[in-house]
C-alpha cells in the first residue's frame, strides 16, 4: 500500500522563508496540467501501475491555484493509471483561493481533506513572511471551511518568527482554535538556504530568536492546544479529540510505506519491505518546471509500452529521477527510529528486528534509561520506547545523540558487504 503525492509547483508570490520548488509563472499552469496527466500514464506503466494507494496528496507550490476543471483531470487520470482505494485525499488550500464554489466544488470532486496555509493571523507576521493573503482573507477562508462539507481539514500556522512576541503567538493559537480545525501543524520557523529570510538574516537585517524565545513559544502554543482538546500525535501535528482526525498521508511517511512523488522536484520512496540488497531506493523527480515538462514530452510516446519487470522499470524510470540513493536496512532502521521517535507511538524492538533485522545495543539502552530518568521518555515500556512531550519538545537533539551510537544488525553477513552509510548515485 502505498501513498501518492502530486506536486503542483506555482505560487502567486514568494513568501520570504520558503524554499520548495515554484514558479510563479502561472500562465504555465495549462501546460503543466497536460504535463501531469501524461506523467501520471506514465507512472502507471511501470511497477507503480501494480501498486496499490491508500492516499492522495496534492501539495506544492499552491495547489488551490488549479481550477476545478484542472482537479478534475489530474483525479481522472490517477484513477486510470493506478490502482487506487483511497482512505484519503488531500489538497493544500491557500486561503486568498478559498471561496465558498471553490470548496464545494473540491468536495463534490471527491477530495476529502483540505491542509490550509494560514500560517499567522497576525497583521504585521503575514506582511513579514510575504505571504499572499492578509488577516480578513484568513479569516474569511476559516469561516468558508467551518461551513464546508469538509470533515476534515488542517491549518497550518508557523511560530517563532523574527519580531513575533509571545502575546503575537498567543493570540494566535487562541483564534485559530477557536474555529476548531479537525488538525492543527505548529511548525517552528527554519532559516532555509536561498531563500529572502537567508538574505535578510545575512545582511543582519533581522535576527532569527533566540533558541529559549522558540522553545517558550512552542510550550505555549502546546498548552493551548491541549486546553482545546488537541492530541499531539508528531512532534508539530496536533488532532482535535484524537487519532482520528491524524494526517493518514503524513503518518504513513512517519511509518515507512512507500510513496510515489510526481512533478517538478517530488520525491519517492520505494521499498518492498524486504531487507536483502539494498532493496530501497529514493530520489526526486526533474526540478525545473521546463526541464520537468520537455522530459514528460520526449517519453510521451512510450506510453503503450508496460515497464513491469525491475530491469525496464529501471531504465524507463531514470528519465525522471535525480539523485537516486540505494538504502541497506541499518539506513532505513536509523531512518525509522528517527521518524517513530517524533511521533506519540514511539518505536517497538520488536519492530526494528522483524522490519530491519537490526536491535539496540547497550549503550541504546542506557540513553533510554538516562531520558526516562528525565521524564523525557514514558517510562514502564516493554520492548518499547516513546517519548513524553517534554520529550518530543527536544526529540531532534535526543535523537540526533542516540543515533550516533551504531545499531547492531542481525545480519552480519549482509551489512559488511554493503556501505554503512546510503551509497548516493546521481543519476
Ligand atoms: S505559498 Fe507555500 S509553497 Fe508557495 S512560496 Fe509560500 S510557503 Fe512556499
Known amino acids: 500500500m502505498a501513498g501518492l503525492y502530486l506536486h503542483i509547483p506555482f505560487c502567486q508570490q514568494a513568501c520570504s522563508y520558503c524554499d520548495f520548488y515554484f514558479s510563479t509563472r502561472l500562465q504555465r499552469v495549462d501546460d ?17 501501475g501494480s501498486t496499490p494507494f491508500k492516499t492522495l496528496y496534492f501539495g506544492g507550490g499552491t495547489p488551490s491555484l488549479l481550477s476545478l476543471k484542472h482537479v478534475e483531470r489530474l483525479l481522472l487520470a490517477v484513477d486510470q493509471a493506478f490502482k487506487t482505494d483511497f482512505q484519503e485525499i488531500t489538497l493544500e488550500l491557500n ?36 505571504r499572499a493573503h492578509d488577516q480578513e482573507g484568513a479569516l474569511r477562508c476559516l469561516e468558508q471551511l467551518v461551513a464546508s462539507p469538509f470533515e476534515r481539514w488542517s491549518a497550518d500556522l508557523i511560530i517563532a518568527n523574527p519580531g513575533q512576541t509571545m502575546e503575537d503567538v498567543i493570540a494566535d493559537v487562541r483564534l485559530l482554535a477557536g474555529f476548531e480545525p479537525p488538525h492543527i501543524s505548529a511548525y517552528v520557523l527554519m532559516l532555509e538556504e536561498r531563500t529572502r529570510l537567508e538574505k535578510q538574516v545575512a545582511l543582519g537585517r533581522i535576527q532569527m530568536p533566540e533558541g529559549d524565545i522558540v522553545a517558550d513559544q512552542m510550550q505555549a502554543a502546546q498548552s493551548i492546544l491541549m486546553q482545546h482538546g488537541y492530541f499531539r500525535y508528531e512532534v508539530s501535528s496536533f488532532a482535535r479529540g484524537g487519532l482520528q482526525n491524524r494526517a493518514i498521508h503524513n ?20 521499498w518492498d519491505g524486504t531487507v536483502e540488497n539494498a532493496s530501497a531506493t529514493r530520489w526526486h523527480e526533474v526540478k525545473d518546471l521546463r526541464q520537468w515538462m520537455a522530459v514528460v514530452h520526449d517519453n510521451a510516446a512510450d506510453l503503450n509500452v508496460v515497464h513491469d519487470n525491475a530491469a525496464h522499470h529501471a ?80 526529540a531532534d537533539a535526543l535523537l540526533l545523540d542516540l543515533l550516533t551510537i551504531p545499531l547492531k544488525s542481525h545480519r552480519l553477513d549482509v551489512a559488511e558487504s554493503l ?8 543519476a
Open 315 to 394: 531504465e524507463y524510470e531514470k528519465e525522471f529521477q535525480q539523485e537516486l540513493e540505494h538504502l541497506d536496512a541499518v539506513s532505513l532502521a536509523e531512518e525509522r527510529i528517527m521518524m517513530a521517535l517524533r511521533t506519540s507511538e514511539g518505536i517497538s524492538f520488536n519492530e526494528l528486528a522483524d522490519r530491519y533485522h537490526v536491535s539496540f545495543v547497550e549503550a541504546h539502552h542506557q540513553h533510554i534509561q538516562q531520558w526516562i530518568a528525565h521524564e523525557w521518555a514514558v517510562p514502564g515500556l516493554v520492548n518499547h520506547v516513546k517519548f513524553t512531550d517534554r520529550g518530543l519538545d527536544r
Open 251 to 270: 503518518s504513513r511517511y512517519w511509518d515507512h510505506q512507500p510513496y510515489l512523488g510526481l512533478g517538478p522536484s517530488a520525491h519517492s520512496l520505494w
Open 419 to 426: 556501505p554503512r552509510e546510503s551509497d548516493k548515485i546521481n
Open 95 to 130: 486561503p486568498e483561493n478559498s471561496s465558498k464554489e471553490y470548496l464545494e466544488g473540491l468536495a463534490s470532486l471527491g477530495i476529502t481533506r483540505l491542509s490550509v496555509g494560514i500560517q499567522s493571523l497576525q497583521p504585521h507576521i503575514l506582511t513579514f513572511m510575504h
Open 32 to 48: 503543466f496540467v497536460d504535463a501531469m496527466e501524461l506523467r501520471i500514464h506514465q507512472a502507471g506503466r511501470s511497477r507503480w
